[in-house]
């Protein structure tokens, strides 16, 4: 059984930076890509980035610059350092996994920037 935490959300002011945490167990032998993806209440669940087992990264325009993804597989845990952080980064983010042609999503960690 594949299970996916994040952590490492909180509050910050604009300009502040956070680095979220998503670990993985479960793994045992497929490929796998991670993604961390946000959402706002009332609002659809937005990608912000990705990452696969090569190490090729991908950003929303909206994160490119301020974002980076980042991976440890001896720990299967990703990372995504947020700088610069402004008030519309503001959301519930998420890590997803796809692993062995099946899609496991954490249960999020909150993100709060104050202007």
């Known amino acids: 059984l594949v299970q996916v935490v994040e952590s490492g959300g909180g509050s910050v002011q604009a300009g502040g930076s956070l680095r979220l945490s998503c670990a993985a167990s479960g793994y045992t032998y497929c490929r796998y890509d991670m993604s961390w993806y946000r959402q706002a209440p009332g609002k659809e669940r937005e990608f912000v980035s990705a990452?696969?087992?090569?190490?090729?990264?991908t950003y929303a325009d909206s994160v490119k610059g301020r974002f980076t993804i980042s991976q440890d597989h001896a720990k299967n845990t990703v990372y995504l350092q947020m700088n610069s952080l402004k008030p519309e980064d503001t959301d519930m983010y998420f890590c997803?996994?796809?692993?062995?042609?099946?899609?496991?999503w954490g249960q999020g960690t909150q993100v709060t920037v104050s202007s």
């Open positions: 997803k996994t796809n692993y062995c042609g099946l899609t496991y």
């Open positions: 990452i696969e087992s090569d190490g090729k990264a």
